[in-house]
Every structure is written in C-alpha cells, then in structure tokens.
C-alpha cells in the first residue's frame, strides 16, 4: 500500500532491528519513523540530518496496533 502512494519513491523490507545501516547507505530525503520513538534518542535522524536530509515523526493513532494487525494476519507473528 505505501509503494502506490505518489509520494513515495521505494519501500524497501528488512530484517535487522536497526534501520540505520540502511538509512547510511541509500540516504534518503526523508525518512519517517512510528510516533512511538523518541525523536531526540534516534542515531537515523541524525545521520539523515546531517547531510541535509528530513526527519519525519508518523502519528500515532490511539487503539491501533500494526504489531496486532500483523499477529491477526498471521498466525504467530509476536505482539510487542
């Protein structure tokens, strides 16, 4: 669903818990994390910064829970 939003350019998957090798290697305009992190604590913010780039903070919305969504979707996923 987010790959058909104009814009945006790529979603790219990965399972490392850290996004920062990736965000130091692509260099993204923009980058958007969940509204749950802590901007001021986050190392990609920085480095996106840091070369001009833009951080973003997604909103959270109150009762909804993707880690909930995806153990409904599929069975076993871990609910944090």
Do not use: N, W
């Not at 290697?25 to 913010?45: C, T």
């Not at 920085?46 to 973003?56: A, D, M, P």
């Amino acid at each position: 669903m987010l790959a058909a939003l104009a814009c945006v350019d790529y979603v790219i998957l990965f399972d490392s818990e850290s996004v920062q090798p990736l965000v130091e290697q692509i260099r993204p305009d923009v980058l958007v994390k969940g509204g749950k992190e802590d901007p001021a604590h986050l190392r990609s913010r920085r480095i996106v910064e840091s070369y001009g780039g833009q951080f973003l903070l997604g909103p959270t919305v109150q009762g909804y829970s993707t880690s909930r969504l995806l153990a409904e979707v599929r069975p076993g996923a871990s609910v944090e």
